[in-house]
Protein backbone atom coordinates (compact mmCIF):
# COMPACT_ATOMS: atom_id res chain seq x y z
CA UNK A 1 0.00 0.00 0.00
CA UNK A 2 2.15 3.34 -1.13
CA UNK A 3 1.28 6.41 -2.71
CA UNK A 4 2.65 8.42 -4.81
CA UNK A 5 5.54 10.56 -3.39
CA UNK A 6 4.87 13.75 -4.86
CA UNK A 7 1.87 14.03 -6.80
CA UNK A 8 -0.32 17.32 -5.89
CA UNK A 9 -3.83 16.51 -7.66
CA UNK A 10 -4.51 19.52 -9.29
CA UNK A 11 -8.35 20.92 -11.11
CA UNK A 12 -9.86 24.01 -11.17
CA UNK A 13 -9.90 24.60 -7.13
CA UNK A 14 -7.50 26.00 -6.27
CA UNK A 15 -7.61 24.34 -2.73
CA UNK A 16 -5.77 21.35 -4.13
CA UNK A 17 -2.33 23.15 -4.34
CA UNK A 18 -2.42 21.56 -0.78
CA UNK A 19 -2.52 18.65 -1.20
CA UNK A 20 1.61 18.16 -1.63
CA UNK A 21 1.90 19.04 1.94
CA UNK A 22 -1.23 17.61 3.19
CA UNK A 23 -1.42 13.81 1.64
CA UNK A 24 2.41 13.70 1.82
CA UNK A 25 1.85 9.56 2.79
CA UNK A 26 2.42 6.06 1.85
CA UNK A 27 1.12 3.35 3.16
CA UNK A 28 3.38 -0.37 3.85
CA UNK A 29 2.58 -4.17 3.44
CA UNK A 30 4.56 -4.71 0.38
CA UNK A 31 8.09 -5.54 0.52
CA UNK A 32 10.31 -2.94 -2.07
CA UNK A 33 13.04 -4.62 -3.99
CA UNK A 34 16.36 -4.74 -2.65
CA UNK A 35 19.44 -2.29 -2.66
CA UNK A 36 22.96 -2.29 -2.64
CA UNK A 37 25.18 -1.55 0.75
CA UNK A 38 26.18 1.78 0.03
CA UNK A 39 29.93 2.87 1.01
CA UNK A 40 30.05 4.48 4.82
CA UNK A 41 30.81 7.83 4.98
CA UNK A 42 33.20 9.47 7.09
CA UNK A 43 31.20 10.66 10.10
CA UNK A 44 32.39 12.63 12.82
CA UNK A 45 30.12 12.33 15.82
CA UNK A 46 26.55 14.03 16.15
CA UNK A 47 26.35 17.44 16.68
CA UNK A 48 24.47 18.24 20.61
CA UNK A 49 20.99 19.49 19.97
CA UNK A 50 20.30 23.34 20.42
CA UNK A 51 16.56 23.01 21.19
CA UNK A 52 15.97 19.66 22.87
CA UNK A 53 12.98 17.41 22.01
CA UNK A 54 11.23 17.12 25.64
CA UNK A 55 12.50 17.75 28.83
CA UNK A 56 15.85 15.75 28.81
CA UNK A 57 16.13 15.87 24.95
CA UNK A 58 16.85 12.61 22.74
CA UNK A 59 19.90 10.54 23.53
CA UNK A 60 21.99 9.53 20.19
CA UNK A 61 23.47 5.90 20.78
CA UNK A 62 25.79 4.21 18.85
CA UNK A 63 24.28 1.02 16.83
CA UNK A 64 25.34 -2.06 17.93
CA UNK A 65 23.08 -3.80 15.40
CA UNK A 66 23.77 -6.10 12.10
CA UNK A 67 22.61 -2.72 10.66
CA UNK A 68 24.75 -0.19 11.94
CA UNK A 69 27.14 0.51 8.83
CA UNK A 70 24.16 1.55 6.96
CA UNK A 71 22.60 3.06 10.56
CA UNK A 72 25.70 3.91 12.84
CA UNK A 73 23.10 5.67 15.37
CA UNK A 74 20.00 4.84 16.96
CA UNK A 75 17.51 7.11 19.14
CA UNK A 76 15.11 5.42 21.37
CA UNK A 77 11.81 6.67 22.45
CA UNK A 78 9.06 4.82 24.72
CA UNK A 79 7.00 4.17 21.01
CA UNK A 80 9.33 4.00 18.27
CA UNK A 81 13.35 3.32 17.84
CA UNK A 82 15.33 6.24 15.29
CA UNK A 83 17.68 4.36 12.81
CA UNK A 84 20.12 7.24 11.44
CA UNK A 85 21.25 6.75 8.18
CA UNK A 86 25.13 7.40 7.54
CA UNK A 87 24.10 8.29 4.09
CA UNK A 88 20.97 10.51 5.10
CA UNK A 89 23.27 12.50 7.54
CA UNK A 90 26.04 12.82 5.29
CA UNK A 91 23.73 14.21 2.59
CA UNK A 92 22.05 16.89 4.51
CA UNK A 93 25.02 17.43 6.82
CA UNK A 94 24.67 17.10 10.55
CA UNK A 95 23.18 20.01 11.45
CA UNK A 96 19.96 19.99 9.34
CA UNK A 97 19.67 16.35 9.94
CA UNK A 98 19.86 16.49 13.76
CA UNK A 99 17.72 19.48 13.77
CA UNK A 100 14.71 18.13 11.53
CA UNK A 101 15.09 14.85 13.92
CA UNK A 102 14.65 16.92 16.80
CA UNK A 103 11.94 18.91 15.69
CA UNK A 104 9.99 15.85 15.04
CA UNK A 105 10.86 13.71 18.50
CA UNK A 106 9.24 16.97 19.88
CA UNK A 107 5.86 15.72 18.60
CA UNK A 108 6.09 11.91 17.65
CA UNK A 109 5.82 10.58 21.18
CA UNK A 110 2.69 13.19 21.86
CA UNK A 111 0.95 11.83 18.22
CA UNK A 112 1.49 7.99 18.69
CA UNK A 113 0.31 8.20 21.80
CA UNK A 114 -3.02 9.69 20.50
CA UNK A 115 -3.53 7.24 17.63
CA UNK A 116 -3.29 4.37 20.30
CA UNK A 117 -5.74 6.06 22.49
CA UNK A 118 -7.90 6.20 19.05
CA UNK A 119 -8.03 2.63 19.27
CA UNK A 120 -7.96 1.91 22.71
CA UNK A 121 -9.58 -1.64 23.64
CA UNK A 122 -8.73 -2.77 20.39
CA UNK A 123 -4.59 -2.57 20.97
CA UNK A 124 -2.64 -5.22 23.44
CA UNK A 125 -1.85 -3.05 26.91
CA UNK A 126 1.60 -3.31 25.60
CA UNK A 127 2.22 -1.86 22.53
CA UNK A 128 6.05 -2.65 21.42
CA UNK A 129 7.89 0.28 19.89
CA UNK A 130 8.27 0.23 16.05
CA UNK A 131 12.04 1.00 14.25
CA UNK A 132 11.77 3.52 11.99
CA UNK A 133 14.20 4.58 9.26
CA UNK A 134 15.06 7.50 7.80
CA UNK A 135 16.59 6.80 3.61
CA UNK A 136 16.33 9.93 2.33
CA UNK A 137 19.08 9.74 0.35
CA UNK A 138 17.70 6.94 -1.96
CA UNK A 139 19.47 3.75 -1.21
CA UNK A 140 16.12 1.58 -1.54
CA UNK A 141 14.32 1.15 -5.25
CA UNK A 142 11.02 2.56 -3.92
CA UNK A 143 12.14 5.66 -2.73
CA UNK A 144 12.06 6.37 -6.60
CA UNK A 145 8.00 6.24 -6.51
CA UNK A 146 6.90 6.41 -2.55
CA UNK A 147 7.05 9.24 0.22
CA UNK A 148 7.28 6.12 3.02
CA UNK A 149 5.43 3.07 3.87
CA UNK A 150 5.03 0.83 6.55
CA UNK A 151 6.76 -1.96 5.43
CA UNK A 152 4.23 -5.44 7.11
CA UNK A 153 6.64 -7.88 6.72
CA UNK A 154 9.67 -6.77 8.08
CA UNK A 155 7.36 -4.58 10.81
CA UNK A 156 9.17 -1.68 10.23
CA UNK A 157 8.59 2.19 9.05
CA UNK A 158 10.79 3.45 6.00
CA UNK A 159 10.51 7.25 5.48
CA UNK A 160 12.08 8.88 2.05
CA UNK A 161 12.78 12.36 0.84
CA UNK A 162 13.78 13.96 3.70
CA UNK A 163 11.91 15.87 7.06
CA UNK A 164 8.84 17.24 5.30
CA UNK A 165 7.62 13.96 4.25
CA UNK A 166 8.47 12.47 7.49
CA UNK A 167 6.13 14.87 9.10
CA UNK A 168 3.88 14.11 6.46
CA UNK A 169 3.74 10.30 6.76
CA UNK A 170 4.61 8.97 10.00
CA UNK A 171 1.22 9.36 11.95
CA UNK A 172 -0.68 7.72 8.85
CA UNK A 173 2.17 4.90 9.04
CA UNK A 174 2.20 4.27 12.47
CA UNK A 175 -1.75 3.49 12.44
CA UNK A 176 -0.72 0.79 9.66
CA UNK A 177 1.41 -0.92 12.44
CA UNK A 178 -1.00 -1.02 15.02
CA UNK A 179 -3.69 -2.00 12.49
CA UNK A 180 -2.16 -4.24 10.48
CA UNK A 181 0.23 -5.56 13.10
CA UNK A 182 -0.74 -5.38 16.62
CA UNK A 183 -4.95 -5.34 16.55
CA UNK A 184 -6.08 -9.30 17.27
CA UNK A 185 -8.07 -9.28 13.55
CA UNK A 186 -5.37 -7.25 11.18
CA UNK A 187 -7.50 -4.66 9.44
CA UNK A 188 -7.72 -5.65 5.04
CA UNK A 189 -5.76 -3.93 3.26
CA UNK A 190 -7.43 -1.38 0.58
CA UNK A 191 -10.21 0.53 1.47
CA UNK A 192 -10.29 -0.60 4.86
CA UNK A 193 -6.91 0.03 5.67
CA UNK A 194 -6.13 2.99 4.20
CA UNK A 195 -9.45 4.41 5.47
CA UNK A 196 -8.82 3.62 9.34
CA UNK A 197 -5.34 5.20 8.50
CA UNK A 198 -6.24 8.39 7.29
CA UNK A 199 -9.23 8.71 9.53
CA UNK A 200 -6.95 7.90 12.92
CA UNK A 201 -4.21 10.01 11.43
CA UNK A 202 -5.69 13.32 10.33
CA UNK A 203 -9.61 13.05 11.99
CA UNK A 204 -9.47 11.45 15.06
CA UNK A 205 -6.12 12.97 16.15
CA UNK A 206 -4.63 16.09 15.92
CA UNK A 207 -1.27 15.01 14.03
CA UNK A 208 1.21 17.55 15.23
CA UNK A 209 3.96 16.72 13.13
CA UNK A 210 1.83 17.13 9.74
CA UNK A 211 0.03 20.45 11.18
CA UNK A 212 3.43 21.60 11.92
CA UNK A 213 4.78 21.53 7.54
CA UNK A 214 0.94 23.25 7.29
CA UNK A 215 1.29 26.36 9.34
CA UNK A 216 0.74 30.15 7.53
CA UNK A 217 5.04 29.81 7.70
CA UNK A 218 5.51 26.88 5.67
CA UNK A 219 2.48 27.90 2.93
CA UNK A 220 2.07 30.71 0.83
CA UNK A 221 -0.29 33.48 1.60
CA UNK A 222 -2.63 32.32 -1.49
CA UNK A 223 -2.69 29.20 0.06
CA UNK A 224 -3.44 30.45 3.59
CA UNK A 225 -6.01 32.93 2.42
CA UNK A 226 -8.30 30.38 0.68
CA UNK A 227 -8.29 28.00 3.32
CA UNK A 228 -9.20 30.44 5.29
CA UNK A 229 -11.86 31.39 3.24
CA UNK A 230 -13.27 27.89 3.17
CA UNK A 231 -13.24 27.20 6.63
CA UNK A 232 -10.66 24.97 7.13
CA UNK A 233 -8.10 26.70 9.06
CA UNK A 234 -7.13 26.58 12.94
CA UNK A 235 -6.35 30.03 14.31
CA UNK A 236 -5.31 29.39 17.29
CA UNK A 237 -2.85 27.38 15.94
CA UNK A 238 -2.24 28.99 13.27
CA UNK A 239 -2.23 26.21 10.42
CA UNK A 240 -4.67 23.99 8.51
CA UNK A 241 -7.16 22.45 10.08
CA UNK A 242 -6.94 18.94 9.12
CA UNK A 243 -10.10 17.49 10.38
CA UNK A 244 -11.72 19.98 8.48
CA UNK A 245 -9.54 20.27 5.16
CA UNK A 246 -10.72 16.02 5.53
CA UNK A 247 -13.95 16.58 5.19
CA UNK A 248 -14.11 20.01 2.47
CA UNK A 249 -11.81 17.71 0.06
CA UNK A 250 -13.63 14.64 0.35
CA UNK A 251 -17.20 16.50 -0.41
CA UNK A 252 -15.34 18.46 -3.13
CA UNK A 253 -14.59 15.09 -4.72
CA UNK A 254 -18.23 13.15 -4.01
CA UNK A 255 -19.15 16.13 -6.06
CA UNK A 256 -17.25 15.51 -8.74
CA UNK A 257 -14.59 17.90 -8.57
CA UNK A 258 -11.70 15.11 -9.17
CA UNK A 259 -13.58 14.59 -12.66
CA UNK A 260 -11.13 14.10 -15.45
CA UNK A 261 -8.19 14.40 -12.71
CA UNK A 262 -5.62 11.92 -11.90
CA UNK A 263 -5.82 10.64 -7.95
CA UNK A 264 -3.97 8.16 -6.00
CA UNK A 265 -7.43 5.48 -4.97
CA UNK A 266 -7.21 2.67 -2.10
CA UNK A 267 -6.02 0.28 -4.71
CA UNK A 268 -2.70 1.84 -4.50
CA UNK A 269 -2.47 3.06 -8.18
CA UNK A 270 -3.03 6.20 -9.87
CA UNK A 271 -6.25 6.46 -11.64
CA UNK A 272 -8.27 8.87 -13.80
CA UNK A 273 -11.61 9.91 -12.26
CA UNK A 274 -13.86 9.02 -14.94
CA UNK A 275 -17.91 9.24 -15.36
CA UNK A 276 -17.97 5.72 -14.68
CA UNK A 277 -15.78 6.25 -11.52
CA UNK A 278 -18.09 9.24 -10.70
CA UNK A 279 -21.61 7.70 -11.15
CA UNK A 280 -20.49 4.14 -9.56
CA UNK A 281 -18.08 4.68 -6.33
CA UNK A 282 -16.77 1.01 -5.18
CA UNK A 283 -14.73 -0.20 -2.99
CA UNK A 284 -11.87 -0.46 -5.24
CA UNK A 285 -11.78 3.46 -6.59
CA UNK A 286 -12.19 6.05 -3.76
CA UNK A 287 -9.79 8.57 -2.48
CA UNK A 288 -8.12 8.11 0.78
CA UNK A 289 -9.62 11.83 1.74
CA UNK A 290 -12.80 10.06 0.87
CA UNK A 291 -11.88 6.44 2.57
CA UNK A 292 -10.97 8.61 6.00
CA UNK A 293 -14.30 10.40 6.05
CA UNK A 294 -15.88 7.32 5.03
CA UNK A 295 -14.95 5.76 8.48
CA UNK A 296 -15.70 8.68 9.96
CA UNK A 297 -19.42 8.27 8.90
CA UNK A 298 -19.38 4.54 9.67
CA UNK A 299 -18.13 5.02 13.42
CA UNK A 300 -20.36 7.89 13.74
CA UNK A 301 -23.65 5.96 12.75
CA UNK A 302 -22.60 2.19 13.87
CA UNK A 303 -21.12 0.70 16.85
CA UNK A 304 -16.93 1.25 17.46
CA UNK A 305 -17.29 -2.81 18.32
CA UNK A 306 -19.75 -3.63 14.79
CA UNK A 307 -16.83 -1.05 12.66
CA UNK A 308 -13.94 -2.55 14.03
CA UNK A 309 -14.96 -6.38 13.58
CA UNK A 310 -15.73 -5.26 9.86
CA UNK A 311 -12.88 -3.61 8.57
CA UNK A 312 -11.22 -6.90 9.19
CA UNK A 313 -13.31 -8.35 6.26
CA UNK A 314 -12.97 -8.19 2.72
CA UNK A 315 -13.81 -4.95 1.17
CA UNK A 316 -15.00 -6.62 -1.74
CA UNK A 317 -18.03 -8.50 0.89
CA UNK A 318 -19.16 -4.83 1.32
CA UNK A 319 -22.95 -5.27 0.76
CA UNK A 320 -22.97 -8.77 3.05
CA UNK A 321 -21.05 -7.17 5.82
CA UNK A 322 -22.63 -4.09 5.86
CA UNK A 323 -26.30 -4.95 4.68
CA UNK A 324 -26.15 -2.43 1.45
CA UNK A 325 -24.54 -1.79 -1.45
CA UNK A 326 -21.13 0.34 -1.10
CA UNK A 327 -23.22 2.82 -3.83
CA UNK A 328 -26.26 3.21 -0.93
CA UNK A 329 -23.78 4.09 1.82
CA UNK A 330 -21.53 6.32 -0.28
CA UNK A 331 -24.39 8.39 -1.25
CA UNK A 332 -25.88 8.04 2.76
CA UNK A 333 -22.16 9.24 3.79
CA UNK A 334 -22.24 11.79 0.50
CA UNK A 335 -25.32 13.46 2.71
CA UNK A 336 -23.86 12.98 6.07
CA UNK A 337 -20.57 14.76 5.04
CA UNK A 338 -22.54 17.73 3.62
CA UNK A 339 -24.04 18.54 7.08
CA UNK A 340 -20.69 17.53 8.96
CA UNK A 341 -19.23 20.27 6.58
CA UNK A 342 -21.68 22.77 7.66
CA UNK A 343 -21.28 21.83 11.36
CA UNK A 344 -17.50 22.26 11.43
CA UNK A 345 -18.35 25.75 9.20
CA UNK A 346 -16.59 24.15 6.14
CA UNK A 347 -17.63 26.00 3.11
Not at 188 to 204: D, R
Request: net charge negative; aromatic share 12%; with cysteine.
Amino acid sequence: MKHDRFFPVRTVCSLLVLLLSLMLSACGGSTPASSSEPAKPELTEPTEPTEPAGPAGPVIEENTDFDREKYPYVVHTPSATWHLSADDIAQLGEKAYYDGLYAILEKQEQDFADAREALKGYLPDEVPAIDIYTDFSGNAAASENYGAYYHKVSNLIKIFSGWEMANGTLLHEYVHYLTLHCLEASVTEGLYAEGIAEYVANIACRNRMKRSINTAGTLSEEDVAFVKGHGAWDETENCADLQKYYFGYAGFTAQGGLLGSRYFSVSDIMEVRTEQIQKNPSVRHVSHFEAACLLAYLFDTHPKDEVMKNISTDPDDFETVWGSPFADVYAAWTAWNTEKCAELGVQ
